[in-house]
């Protein structure tokens, strides 16, 4: 694959999908009710009720993602998953640049191709632990003014991957 294509196209992308996860994952937190489930009716004469059916039924489906509530519990875990990833990544690549570098041999034209190959990681790994810092820095001064209920602090707060 070309380089030109994946800083062009694909590159931009990536940095506003992470940038935009956040967003997308405060904007559908909602404050939790004490009940799970919405009320059922309790009309057994409504049509869209088959008549073999009574109102007693309740069908009850166990949650297979541990821990994970809501879109917003979905969206926080795989930004967490993706930034675990993004970080192991930029480091192997970090270790790939420097064998290639020592691989060159001291031929200019390999050193300014790997020059440059360092300068997109190390771009890359700043722009993935700035994405962690700036939400980090929003959180905390939401906190201090106290514009925000704390227990959605908290929430934010959870959701930022360690």
């Known amino acids: 694959m070309n380089i030109h294509i994946i800083k062009t196209k694909i590159a931009p992308f990536l940095v506003v999908a992470i940038i935009a996860m956040p967003s997308l994952g405060y904007a559908a937190t909602t404050p939790s009710s004490s009940t799970d489930s919405p009320a059922r009716s309790s009309t057994t004469d409504s049509p869209a009720v088959p008549a073999h059916s009574t109102s007693n039924e309740v069908t009850t489906l166990t949650n297979p993602l541990k821990g994970v509530n809501s879109v917003s519990d979905l969206i926080f875990t795989f930004m967490k998953i993706i930034s675990y990833i993004a970080v192991i990544f930029g480091v192997l690549m970090l270790m790939w640049v420097g064998l290639q570098f020592v691989l060159a041999q001291g031929k200019p034209e390999e050193i300014k191709k790997r020059s440059n ?46």
């Open 117 to 162: 190959q360092l300068l997109w990681v190390i771009v890359g790994i700043g722009i993935i632990l700035g994405a962690r810092i700036l939400v980090s820095v929003i959180i905390n001064t939401l906190d201090a003014t106290g514009s925000v209920n704390s227990s959605v602090i908290q929430s934010a707060q959870n959701a930022i991957p360690r």
